[in-house]
Structures are given as structure tokens and as C-alpha cells.
């Protein structure tokens, strides 16, 4: 039987990713979550490009961060006034270029401690071809504990 409450929760995460201006801007799109996971795609558009249809270094560690996060949102209510979230490091690594096709990015929660949260993130393309790896630490915690 569907877990209602994490079904609504994965729906706030597809809300914050089509209302927030910088990832709306980006082209992101929340795919698909469940506990400890999270898929998002990076529409292709030419303004996220650089010469020859690459797309730029700086949106893929966006959509990096961003899955990390929503996989470390998969832990938590996200939209909650109980929680507060944060990045606190990402680390990229540029497999093979982006050129002009979507990304897509799963985010894995490596380990979630009372506070922090370790995201494993992979970006592919729809062949599933590894493009780019990187790591998120994210930081949820509950308002007003101290």
C-alpha cells in the first residue's frame, strides 16, 4: 500500500524544483523519490551551454547539489516549518561532456547522521552513459533544537 505521507512529500520536492527560480531557470525537473533516493532530469537548453552545445560545468554541479539534496529531503519533511536545510560541501567530478542532450541525476543517501547527511550523486544521459560523480553533504535540522 502507498505510504501517503512520503507520497506527498515527494510531491512538495517536484514543487520546490518547478517554483524555485534558479533550478526553473536551469531546466530541472524532479523525476522520482523514494527513501534515500532521488532522480532529477536537466532539460538541454542553449542557454546553459558553452561552445558547441557543452553544457557548463557550473549547471551540472547545480544539478549535483540539487539532487543531493532532494535525496537527502527524502529523510525529512521538505516544506516542513520543522526543518531547515543546507549544503554544506559538494565535490564534482567531469566524467564526459554534456553535449546537447538532457542529464539526468540520481542522488543515493551514502549515510544520514542525526544532522548531516552523505549523498552519493551520478549524472547520465538517457543512453545511461556516465557524464559526471559528485558528493553532496547536506545538513537538515529541526527548528528550534538545540
Not at 136 to 143: A, D, Q
Amino acid at each position: 500500500m502507498p505510504d501517503s505521507k512520503a507520497d506527498t512529500n515527494y510531491e512538495r520536492m517536484a514543487k520546490v524544483i518547478a517554483i524555485t527560480p534558479y533550478m526553473k531557470h536551469l531546466g530541472m525537473e524532479f523525476i522520482e523519490g523514494r527513501e534515500g533516493y532521488a532522480k532529477l532530469r536537466l532539460r538541454f537548453q542553449k542557454e546553459n551551454t558553452t561552445a558547441g552545445d557543452a553544457l557548463h560545468g557550473g549547471a551540472i554541479a547545480s544539478l549535483i547539489d540539487t539532487t543531493g539534496a532532494m535525496a537527502a529531503w527524502t529523510t525529512a519533511e521538505i516544506l516542513s516549518p520543522r526543518y531547515f536545510g543546507s549544503t554544506v560541501g559538494v565535490n564534482v567530478n567531469y566524467l564526459s561532456g554534456v553535449i546537447g542532450e538532457d542529464a539526468f541525476a540520481e542522488g543515493q543517501v551514502l549515510k544520514r547522521g542525526k544532522e548531516i547527511i552523505y549523498c552519493d550523486v551520478r549524472v547520465t544521459n538517457a543512453n545511461g552513459k556516465l557524464l559526471a560523480q559528485g558528493t553532496v553533504v547536506y545538513r537538515i535540522i529541526e527548528r528550534g533544537a538545540k
